[in-house]
């Protein structure tokens, strides 16, 4: 009896315990409900503002504007307030996105960044009517035809210098250095986007490769080039005014290169944006001494590959400082016809460093131009004046003689080399092969 009683003496505690803790559990439930009916509300209160003020401009304004176009603005004046890269697509604007993404484009062959709140070219590209005019990379566009650039999105400056080939565009630009604003007359051109360049540099058994942008075939026209090239003791991977693309290009390109290791992580707001982007452990070209060319003009996905190759001890880096293009921008469709381009997350080179508003500061300080003539060998001075002499003696004893053989050496002779005047017009690519042929000293 006692037993019993004990039993339901501790069964009633028990029962109590049970009831108070149900009644906490449901005082916790009412008050985390509060909460987040709280929160709601809270979060009600900005859409009603933004519903009022919509309602308020269709309304008054001046002049009709019709509700899709309220809200059109609306968006992009949110995006644009976020960054320099986010922006609202409509209709025109993500057409043209996908068309320059299939490789071909009408325009002046610019590609363009915002820095210190100014409309800066990252990159005029090789061949385009921007870089045959002498438009140069770290130019401040002050206004497009008649049109000012204070206020102007990267975006809306897109739209209005992209047009047909043929029409005209005029840029005034302010250049560093120069006393007033240069102002080029253009002429659009379908611009052919061809990523990667190759050819063997004379007097060396080096290779030279340059890649122009990140499309989706970079990094397989890279190793078809160096298998191509054969057996070479040094490359130079020129990236210098080259404005990015595909993330998958930059480490494809890397893993060439690189043995093992990160490439680089990308990190952002979202766990699905916290990725880490490792190489496949191939690398067929992992011992061959490298030199990478950067200046200004590389930005984003050419910045990855720099930087990998930097912080693997992989390459010299050779050039100015880059761009410091290193966010995520991801398109987000919103119907079928218009998107959003947000950013989404950072990236972050193997080292930790982020590259956003910083960039990569080269190994080997080298301003680009001509060669100064005191890095020139006299020899070379002698040899090709010498040359030249001989060739206008030649000319004068037989022209017809010497045009078929040029004519003859021009067919048979298809594939260009980097010539030494080449390499004396460009100062930073004579600083990059005078570095590789040092690594192939202190190597032997």
């Known amino acids: ?104 484009f009408g325009g002046i062959g610019i590609t363009l960044g915002m820095k210190d709140g100014a409309l800066t070219i990252i990159t005029p590209l090789d061949d385009s009517p921007a870089g045959k005019a002498g438009i140069k990379a770290g130019d401040v566009i002050l206004k497009i035809n008649d049109k000012n650039t204070l206020n102007m999105s990267i975006d809306d400056a897109v739209n209005i210098m992209r047009g047909k080939a043929g029409t005209s565009l005029q840029l005034t630009i302010y ?34 490769l340059r890649v122009t942008s990140f499309d989706k075939n970079v990094a397989t026209n890279v ?60 690398a067929p070209y992992a011992t061959i001494p490298m030199v990478v060319l950067i200046n200004g003009g590389s930005a984003s996905a050419s910045e990855i590959v720099a930087g990998a190759l930097q912080d693997h001890k992989r390459a010299v880096l050779v050039g100015e400082q880059s761009f410091g293009k290193g966010s995520v921008q991801v398109v987000l469709e919103l119907g079928k016809t218009d998107a959003l381009k947000l950013t989404t997350a950072k990236y972050y080179l193997p080292s930790g460093r982020t590259i956003q508003a910083v960039g990569i500061k080269p190994d080997i300080e080298a301003s680009y131009g001509k060669v100064p003539q005191s890095q020139k060998s006299g020899f070379e001075i002698k040899e090709s004046d010498l040359r030249m002499h001989l060739e206008n003696e030649l000319e004068k004893i037989d022209k017809k003689e010497k045009k078929q053989e040029e004519k003859k050496s021009s067919k048979e002779k298809k594939e260009k080399t980097i010539t030494q005047e080449d390499i004396n017009n460009d100062n930073q690519l004579k600083v990059g092969i005078d570095t590789l042929k040092a690594w192939s000293v202190i190597k032997q």
């Open 1 to 104: 009896m006692k037993n019993r009683l004990k039993f339901l003496g501790l069964g009633s505690l028990l029962l109590a315990v049970c009831i108070a803790v149900g009644l906490y559990a449901a005082d916790g439930q009412k008050e985390e409900q509060k909460q987040t009916k709280k929160e709601q509300q809270n979060r009600l209160e900005p859409y009603k503002k933004l519903r009022k003020v919509i309602n308020l401009v269709e309304n008054n304004y001046v002049d009709e504007v019709e509700l899709d176009k309220i809200v059109d603005k609306a968006i992009e004046g949110l995006l644009s307030n976020l960054d320099a890269h986010s922006a609202y697509l409509d209709e025109k604007k993500f057409r043209d996105l996908q068309t320059q993404t299939n490789g071909e």
């Open 175 to 208: 250049r560093k250095g120069e006393s007033k604003p240069i102002v080029y007359d253009l002429k659009r051109d379908n611009i052919k986007l061809d990523s990667v360049i190759g050819r063997k540099i004379d007097g060396t058994n080096f290779y030279y």
């Open 223 to 282: 190793e078809k080039f160096l298998k191509k090239a054969g057996k070479i003791d040094g490359i130079i991977l020129d990236l210098r005014n080259n404005p990015g693309g595909l993330l998958n290009q930059a480490v494809a390109l890397s893993e060439l290169f690189i043995k093992e290791g990160v490439v680089v992580s990308q990190k952002g707001r979202n766990k699905d944006e916290n990725i880490e982007l490792k190489v496949n452990g191939k």
